[in-house]
């Protein structure tokens, strides 16, 4: 079993910039792609961003590309998603997950394990 457990989620005015954490424990987390969804209300949940096992690969939706960031600290076993540049739209609640051997793939049915999630909301 693998636990995530996201923090860094809030209330920021739009162009403002947060930085979400998930910290997991209970396996090798070097092991594992982590992943970033977010689900908006009466939305279905989408992909945000991955990263790969070894960290070499990374991967964002085309709505976040270029305003997302997406980075693990192995030895912290936590994956960051530093958001920039945020606007209504990214308003969600957001979810880490974890894949093991995974690519950071798009698809939601990939990962293995999910946080419960952390709320972000964008004022305009």
């Known amino acids: 079993q693998v636990q995530l457990v996201e923090s860094g989620g809030g209330l920021v005015q739009a162009g403002g910039s947060l930085r979400l954490s998930c910290a997991a424990s209970g396996r090798t987390f070097s092991n594992y792609a982590m992943g970033w969804f977010r689900q908006a209300p009466g939305k279905e949940r989408d992909f945000v961003a991955g990263?790969?096992?070894?960290?070499?690969?990374?991967y964002y939706a085309a709505s976040v590309k270029g305003r997302f960031t997406i980075s693990r600290d192995n030895a912290k076993n936590t994956v960051y998603l530093q958001m920039n540049s945020l606007k209504s739209e990214d308003t969600a609640v957001y979810y880490c997950?974890?894949?093991?051997w995974g690519s950071g793939a798009s698809e939601d049915w990939k990962y293995d394990y999910w946080g419960q999630g952390t709320q972000v909301t964008v004022s305009s």
């Open positions: 997950t974890a894949d093991l």
């Open positions: 990263i790969k096992w070894s960290g070499t690969n990374t």
